[in-house]
């Protein structure tokens, strides 16, 4: 079965304290790995898609990764308006249960 | 106005009453969906409208219907729910050349938070 496991299920940062959010998926033909970003109270916004293994994106401080079996999305001297609930996603649309990132000033 | 629109913001409502959501996209898209999501819980996809398509996800209760009259119009309607259906209900829409769940991202709206008491 499809499925799409994320970790860890929240991360307390410093400011300026890099870290990786993971993304493992199990799923039959990749067609697309999906990051996104949500805050309290608002819908998922859409950050970054990956379609193939070794692709990489960027977007500030955030950076995507893809491996055949897992997406990383580094964050780099984050600051306390990155936090937020990180979710992926994978093919139909199938996502994890997201990472709740908290940065501390 | 722009993006995906959902009203109401909040909606209480008793067992018993029969009640609507309401999404709205001004983006141009073709495909549609709602999604519920509950606390440390994946988002559930619940129904996709696309190319006059519907697609359901089994699981989903009776008590759930939706209504997609045009592309930029989709509806839920609720009726008899449950305690356990309250969550916040997500719509997004994509642009699905192909059918839905093609390769392109979701925009979504800002939900309704809905509480069954």
């Known amino acids: 079965e499809d499925q799409v496991t994320q970790s860890p299920e929240a991360l307390r940062l410093q400011e300026g304290e890099s870290s990786s959010l993971n993304c493992s998926y199990t799923?039959?033909?990749?067609?697309?790995l999906f990051w996104y970003r949500q805050d309290p109270g608002k819908g998922p916004e859409f950050l970054f898609t990956?379609?193939?293994a070794g692709e990489e994106k960027e977007k500030e401080r955030l950076k995507a990764t893809l491996t055949k079996k897992e997406s990383f999305l580094h964050i780099t001297a984050p600051k306390p308006e990155d936090s937020a609930t990180y979710l992926c996603?994978?093919?139909?649309?199938?996502f994890g249960a997201g990472t709740r990132l908290t940065v501390k000033p | 106005e722009t993006g995906v629109t959902q009203t109401p913001r909040h909606l209480v409502m008793g067992m018993t009453n029969k009640k609507s959501l309401k999404c709205e996209q001004h983006?141009?898209?073709?495909?549609m969906y709602w999604y519920k999501q509950s606390a440390k819980k994946p988002l559930e996809l619940m129904f996709v409208y696309s190319l006059e398509e519907r697609v359901e996800n089994n699981s989903v209760p009776s008590r759930f219907s939706p209504e997609c009259p045009n592309s930029s119009h989709l509806f839920l309607h609720l009726h008899t729910l449950q305690p356990e259906d309250s969550a916040l209900y997500l719509c997004?829409?994509?642009?699905?050349?192909?059918?839905?769940?093609?390769?392109?991202?979701?925009?979504f709206g800002n939900g309704t938070r809905l509480t069954v008491t």
């Open positions: 983006l141009g898209h073709n495909a």
């Open positions: 997004a829409s994509s642009q699905a050349p192909d059918g839905p769940f093609y390769n392109s991202p979701l925009h």
């Open positions: 996603a994978a093919n139909d649309m199938r």
């Open positions: 990956l379609y193939s």
């Open positions: 799923v039959s033909g990749l067609r697309g």
